[in-house]
């Protein structure tokens, strides 16, 4: 069994704006584009042109219609990954030691030389963000892009997550979690974002922020005075006509 | 504990080049990474002016296209019977020959003989002129069965429309309202847009039957009931006419409200507008009093006054619009139960545009001048913006919907100014500065001009000597007198039916008409493969390019292999179908950033070679050689009018390289590439909003290069090309139409949009077919192409019938279960699940994920084969027949735009047949089978 670190110097990871998620998709394939060919294994397909394609995915969406108990239903789009919890139980489940949750900066990560693809992880995640890749037979899973966010090689300004620098809706945030005064940490706080499943005590560290309210009703009534008649009829117009014209600049 | 050591900089690629996505149709940019010479990862452009950066998912999947089995290796010859997908492998110099052996003789003898036409062409100022250069009248790209609506309405009303055209100004606006829409119209832009105004917090509401994708995200969602979009536009009209909030002042400066119409209805201009001898029409002027023309030097035109002439009285628009507007007819309670929205709601709708255009407008302190010298101290806008396309456009009275939404946003002051809708340029440009159709044939000659165009009266209309229709596809004929964009979608049925004529050579690049792209699609599959009594195809000749085995391969005799985007050039042309931004002129390339593995060309290089072997005038010297070596050397080198070519940017001046116009410069495309693939300059400030009017932006679109001469013009709320083909119809002047066509002519082609029930509704009993169905672009998938995507197939590889819940509990369906579906033109059996968040009376399901097995390198037990499926075969290219035996095209009578969106079923729980219903048998593949796995690294 492998051990936490304590504390962790940074808890880098995602905050996702379930408002403005529009479920396309574009973070998935992204992440599928930038993790088949950087860290560790490629992201494998078996059977891609035949009857039951699958493949790994480090990032999917789900989506979920909601009905109200009054009002029309919803539907939200659910993008979900690797939440690089606290105490994540993949780390602690690992019988040797590929899991592992890094000291500087909180991101789960797995050693795939020392893994030996016993799927105990993907059985102790509560939120199924591991895959199994089935040509490789070792674990896989959202690493952060740790191979970005610190990469010399890419300009500074695209040292985020593949995922996060592709949403075209910018749902996605990237920042230190630990930081109080982080951009994420201030939008966690202002948009009342929430941890995913918190029962499970695992203590995640990636955020959602809730839709807001949709349909609501105005505040103001609608029928005055924005919808406040001046006519009934195309002569009323015409004399209303006259006398608004009148009040226009340069008036008749 | 110790950590393994992880390197955190790995080499992330060797080279990084940059072209234009085509993915979809929005062309974004992107950074191709490459190494060893082969795709590595692709990735956002963050300097390009339509993603900034971002990219979709589409895009992102790009190198599981340019590794596609589906990609076609070599040009093809048809061996076995045409259908059969038997070809064998020939080389282009074989190609060429055999397409020149058809094509020769026709433009000698009858080049109308020739259709060519076009799919998911981002080139056609290109195809357009080779066509036009071979001399056939039979030209168009697929707008026709795409959204010719949005853009002939929008073209007609305000000299643009959305996409392309125009978009919300995304920095101010502060409500924006968007109706239905293919989701890649465009893609990125409008998810950035959303991203924008929601952390500004401003509104979003969403009208649709269907409540995905960016609907899901609207802050209130309005049901609607397809087909209805106009009723409620026009109700939303009427309440703010009855409440008095519109922007009069806007109004009578900037629109055709204060033009003067002629009320007497003796008269041959019954209901035009007064001009003078000059022709401009005429306005009366506050300062005086009396007549002064619309574009007077510091004219103020009144928006009240009538003026009486021997005898005739003149009425301004606006009160033709108030007593068409203010009748009861458009009350929300009279709208209510056909539109599926409670009066209520369009009330409050109403009111939240009522609030936001007058109680929030904005204010920016930028002077401006406009083409009546008159100086404005400030931009003053409307914060209300709007957004549609397809979902209001196909339907058959789409046109109509499509201005009345124009018109909408018109009266309340938000086209042109800060926090509305905002122009690309080089849009704004009135339907007057667009060409007019053209179909003067000449054997061994080209045509006589462009294809496509505006007409303003029946006299610009393709009619022969005796008053057929003198295309192919039967547009700007007196069935569809303003299809702009052509009607590709009845060229295979009235070629079949040689009505009007008989055709030899079908000539299609990129459309997949033997499948998801065609009406009534086994009907074409039997057009395409029907012999006459001889043993010949009823449609002699079967030209096609493509890039991909598609389903369309199998029902040609040669196909000309394009390659796949990444391997070819291309230009993104003002010209053509610009990217350009409200703020910035754009254009841009593409070019080969990998070279083909295959035998394949680009398709438009290919041209340049078949066109220079036809001799065609234009792709050849004086001398008889080629002119064009291939496409790159015609972006280059051709000149379209003195000073402009297809590429605005690097071109040579006097002084040096300069931007907009100048002469043709071989390093251009290389500056292209230097520059990221795209060239962009941006709209000077004080040219920003007001753009049809503002002095500054007529200026700079002159200098630019737009057109030649400025153009400032007034918004059309009332639509007078439309006005002249009804006077036709009422039996005035001398282009007259067929009787039996009057009164469709005198009740569609209304000078002011009005609303009309689906043509289909005239046929069908609601109450037998009461379901309305629709299909919907996924976002990660573009249509038929998307399929043959190992990544993209994963996310959309299935595409249930979606049902309400009212339906759905009416027909105790199941998970797991299938329904009949049936429609007077066929039937369908195919699998369902349960949707809430829908429109009660609406079933949808995604737009061609079905494909025919042995197409698309799939196995044929692929679940697209075998669960996929089309609503095509429920919607026939026509009308049912009328009582006259007459049958109509089924699409909307002013442009011809196919009505896919009018269809009405009947649903019916099915048992479970072994695949989806109706099924084929495999079409052979021409391409081998892809690999079992893919372990897809390709660096070391």
Same mark, same amino acid.
């Given at each position: ?166 949403? @075209? ?5 990237? +920042?230190?979690? *630990?930081?109080? =005064?982080?951009?994420? %940490?201030? #939008?966690?706080?202002? &948009? ?36 406040? @008649? ?5 002569? +009323?117009?015409? *004399?209303?006509? =006259?006398?608004?014209? %009148?009040? #226009?600049?340069?008036? &008749? | ?940």
């Amino acid at each position: 069994m492998t051990q936490l670190p304590t504390a962790t110097q940074k808890k880098l990871g995602l905050v996702i704006d379930l408002d403005t998620c529009v479920g396309c998709h574009a973070c998935v394939v992204s992440c599928k584009g930038w993790n088949t060919e950087n860290y560790g294994a490629p992201l494998s397909d078996q059977d891609p042109y035949g009857a039951d394609p699958s493949g790994t995915f480090l990032n999917r969406v789900h989506s979920y219609e909601v009905q109200p108990d009054e009002g029309h239903a919803q539907l939200v789009h659910f993008p979900k990954s690797c939440l690089h919890c606290e105490d994540a139980p993949c780390v602690t489940v690992c019988p040797t030691g590929a899991s592992y949750k890094r000291v500087e900066d909180g991101i789960v990560l797995v050693n795939e030389s020392d893994c030996i693809g016993c799927g105990l992880c993907a059985w102790a995640c509560p939120y199924g963000a591991r895959e199994m890749d089935v040509a490789e037979k070792v674990m896989k899973k959202c690493t952060l892009c740790v191979d970005r966010i610190y990469n010399d090689n890419l300009p500074e300004v695209d040292r985020v997550p593949a995922c996060v620098r592709t949403c @075209p809706a910018g749902a996605r945030h990237f +920042g230190d979690l *630990g930081d109080p =005064d982080s951009e994420v %940490s201030q #939008l966690v706080a202002e &948009r009342g974002g929430f941890d995913l499943m918190p029962e499970m005590g695992t203590k995640p560290v990636n955020q959602y922020l809730p839709p807001r309210p949709r349909d609501a009703e105005p505040e103001y009534d609608i029928l005055a005075p924005y919808l406040e @008649p001046v006519a009934d009829t195309a002569k +009323g117009f015409a *004399g209303w006509l =006259d006398k608004a014209l %009148s009040a #226009l600049p340069g008036g &008749r | 504990m110790t950590q393994p050591i992880l390197d955190t900089s790995p080499h992330v690629s060797d080279e990084i080049r940059k072209t234009t996505c085509y993915m979809c149709a929005c062309r974004c940019g992107i950074n191709v990474h490459l190494k060893d010479g082969k795709v590595a990862y692709i990735e956002g452009n963050r300097d390009h002016p339509v993603n900034k950066g971002v990219l979709c998912a589409k895009g992102s999947a790009g190198i599981m296209q340019v590794n596609a089995p589906s990609r076609l290796r070599a040009p093809l010859k048809r061996v076995g019977p045409r259908g059969s997908g038997e070809f064998e492998e020939i080389s282009w110099d074989e190609a060429y020959q055999i397409a020149h052996d058809w094509l020769a003789p026709l433009r000698a003898e009858a080049p109308e003989k020739l259709a060519f036409f076009t799919g998911r062409d981002q080139s056609q100022s290109f195809t357009s002129l080779w066509a036009q250069s071979f001399g056939t009248p039979n030209y168009a790209a697929h707008g026709g069965f795409c959204s010719v609506n949005m853009a002939a309405a929008g073209i007609y009303t305000m000299g643009g429309a959305f996409w392309e055209f125009g978009q919300p100004d995304w920095d101010h606006t502060k409500l924006f309202i968007l109706f239905g829409v293919a989701e890649d119209h465009d893609s990125n832009p409008i998810k950035m847009g959303i991203g924008k105004i929601k952390e500004r917090g401003a509104k979003m509401v969403g009208v649709n039957p269907i409540r995905t994708g960016y609907n899901a995200v609207a802050d209130d969602w309005y049901g609607i009931t397809p087909g209805t979009d106009g009723l409620l536009i026009l109700s939303l009209i009427h309440l703010l006419f009855k409440a008095g909030k519109l922007d009069l002042d806007y109004l009578a400066q900037f629109t055709n409200a204060p033009c003067l119409v002629n009320e007497d209805p003796k008269s041959p201009q019954n209901g035009l507008l007064l001009r003078d001898e000059e022709g401009r029409p005429q306005v009366i002027d506050r300062r005086t009093g009396k007549l002064a023309p619309w574009d007077g030097q510091g004219v103020q035109p009144n928006l009240s006054a009538t003026y009486r002439h021997k005898g005739v009285s003149h009425r301004p628009v606006l009160h033709h619009m108030a007593e068409r507007y203010l009748s009861e007819d458009c009350a929300p309670e009279k709208v209510a139960t056909r539109t599926g929205i409670p009066a209520k709601r369009i009330r409050q709708l109403a009111a939240e545009i009522a609030r936001t255009a007058f109680d929030e407008a904005i204010s920016l302190d930028r002077e401006w001048t406009d083409f009546r010298g008159i100086t404005h101290a400030k931009m003053t806008g409307r914060p209300v913006s709007f957004h549609a396309m397809r979902g209001i456009s196909a339907h058959s009275n789409g046109f109509q919907t499509a201005r009345a939404l124009h018109v909408l946003q018109i009266i309340i002051g938000a086209v042109e100014t800060p926090g509305g809708m905002r122009f690309k340029p080089p849009y704004p440009k009135p339907a007057t500065a667009h060409p007019k159709p053209h179909c003067k044939v000449t054997p061994g000659a080209p045509l006589n001009g462009p294809h496509l165009g505006y007409p303003q009266g029946p006299e610009d209309l393709c009619l022969t000597e005796d008053g057929q229709p003198a295309r192919i596809d039967k547009a700007f004929s007196w069935e569809n007198p303003l299809s702009a964009h052509g009607m590709m979608h009845m060229v295979i049925s009235n070629a079949h039916a040689g009505d009007p004529y008989k055709i030899d050579t079908l000539f299609l690049y990129m459309a997949n008409m033997s499948w998801n792209s065609s009406m009534n699609t086994h009907g074409t599959m039997k057009m395409l493969t029907d012999q006459d009594s001889s043993g010949n195809y009823v449609i002699p000749h079967i030209i096609y390019s493509d890039a991909y085995s598609s389903e369309m391969v199998a029902y040609a005799d040669l196909i000309l292999p394009d390659t796949t985007y990444l391997e070819r050039h291309d230009c993104i042309s003002l010209l053509d179908r610009p990217i350009c931004e409200a703020d910035a002129v754009a254009d841009a390339i593409r070019w080969p950033v990998i070279e083909p593995d295959r035998n394949v060309k680009g398709f438009q290089s290919a041209l340049c070679d078949l066109g220079a072997k036809l001799g065609l005038p234009g792709f050849v010297n004086e001398d008889g050689s080629q002119k064009y070596a291939d496409y790159a050397d015609y972006i280059t080198n051709h000149i379209r009018r003195p000073g402009i070519g297809p590429l605005a940017g690097w071109r040579m001046g006097d002084k040096g390289l300069q931007h907009g116009r100048g002469t043709p410069n071989e390093g251009q495309i290389a500056s292209y590439i230097k520059n990221g693939g795209f060239w962009s300059e941006h709209v000077p400030d004080g040219a920003a909003y007001y753009k049809p009017f503002n002095m500054a932006y007529q200026d700079w679109a002159v200098e630019m290069g737009f057109y030649d001469t400025t153009q400032p013009y007034i918004f059309q709320l009332y639509a007078e090309p439309l006005r002249r083909m009804q006077l036709a119809a009422e039996g005035n002047g001398s282009h007259q139409p067929p009787d039996h066509l009057r009164g469709r002519i005198m009740a569609t082609m209304d000078p002011l949009p009005i609303w009309y029930a689906p043509m289909i509704d005239a046929f069908e009993d609601p109450a037998e077919y009461p379901v309305h169905a629709l299909t919907q672009r996924p976002m990660a998938m573009y249509h038929s192409w998307g399929t043959q995507n190992a990544w993209l197939r994963q996310i959309h590889g299935r595409n249930p019938l979606y049902v309400p819940t009212k339906i759905w509990e009416e027909n105790g369906f199941e998970e797991g279960d299938w329904a009949r579906v049936t429609s007077p033109h066929g039937g369908i059996t195919v699998p369902v699940a349960h949707m809430a968040a829908l429109n009660e009376n609406t079933v949808w399901t995604w737009n061609a994920i079905g494909k025919r097995k042995g197409a698309w390198a799939l196995d044929n037990d692929a679940p697209e084969a075998t669960k996929g499926f089309l609503l095509n075969h429920l919607i026939h290219e026509l009308l049912p027949p009328r009582e006259d035996g007459m049958r109509y095209s089924n699409s909307d009578p002013v442009t011809g735009q196919a009505a896919w969106f009018d269809l009405r079923v009947k649903i019916e729980k099915s048992a479970a047949p072994a695949e989806s219903q109706p099924a084929f048998p495999p079409i052979k593949s021409p391409v081998p089978k892809g690999p079992s796995s893919l372990k897809w690294k390709v660096g070391r």
